[in-house]
């Protein structure tokens, strides 16, 4: 989330793949420019820092200059079932030296958000394109529902290796491995400052509130924190092993 997002990324991040021994980071960024938003030049910082995969989702498109990047890379993708035709890609399979192959999959709720093709035939088709290349597969469930994302996760449940919710800013405590052995948490929460309300400066929000008048939203800066989820997975079934939560300041 924004610049303090950004720094706290590139202070806690490396220590802690080298702690933990990560093999692979994936991380929502469409936040990453001033709180809404990608650009070119932040997406290689993020990549510089550590991150393999970016997915998105519908702040993506809030900085044009990134439709170029979102066309070139296979690296940063948007959610798979915005209309045909849009820039980028929604899936993608990166080659992890110290694990093989990992496939990512980006998708968009519909509930109390814009209106785009339904995620739950969208994932079919993108788990179609790419489960012959790998049995590890994580998906991004940006959504604002929680039933939405809980029945994403039921739906996938060993099919995939990880259903994890982004977009409300918000983590989430129900971390679980479902019975057929698919991850899932419904949100994992957002990098940034905690002294907030979900980012932004709090006395903006709460003026907005008060009075339903516009506002602008600036970033808030205190007490910034990482957060997300540390997801074991065996490489040859892709059932995952165990999840936990990830609060790092």
Not at 7 to 22: G, S, Y
Not at 146 to 155: I, N
């Amino acid at each position: 989330m924004g610049r303090p997002g950004r720094d706290v990324t590139k202070r806690l991040l490396a220590p802690l793949k080298e702690k933990e021994k990560i093999d692979c980071i994936i991380a929502n960024g469409e936040n990453a420019a001033g709180g809404s938003g990608l650009t070119p030049k932040i997406t290689e910082e993020l990549f510089d820092n550590g991150i393999d995969v970016m997915t998105s989702g519908d702040h993506i498109w809030k900085k044009r200059e990134i439709y170029d990047v979102l066309n070139t890379t296979t690296k940063l993708v948007r959610p798979a079932n915005y209309p045909e035709g849009s820039p980028g890609l929604g899936s993608t399979v990166i080659d992890v030296p110290s694990c093989g192959k990992i496939g990512v999959i980006n998708l968009i709720g519909r509930v109390f958000m814009e209106a785009v093709d339904c995620p739950f035939k969208g994932v079919d088709a993108e788990i179609k394109k790419i489960k012959d290349k790998t049995s590890v597969i994580i998906v991004d469930m940006h959504a604002e529902a929680t039933s939405e994302k809980v029945a994403m996760g039921w739906y996938l449940d060993g099919r995939v290796s990880a259903v994890l919710g982004t977009h409300t800013h918000i983590q989430t405590a129900d971390e679980k491995i479902l019975p057929k052995g698919t991850a899932y948490l419904t949100d994992c929460g957002m990098t940034g400052p905690y002294d907030s309300v979900i980012g932004r400066n709090k006395d903006n929000i709460i003026q907005r509130f008060l009075t339903q008048l516009p506002t602008r939203f600036e970033m808030a800066t205190g007490n910034v924190e990482m957060h997300g989820a540390m997801i074991d997975i065996d490489d040859k079934t892709g059932k995952a092993a165990s999840i936990r939560r990830i609060q790092e300041s």
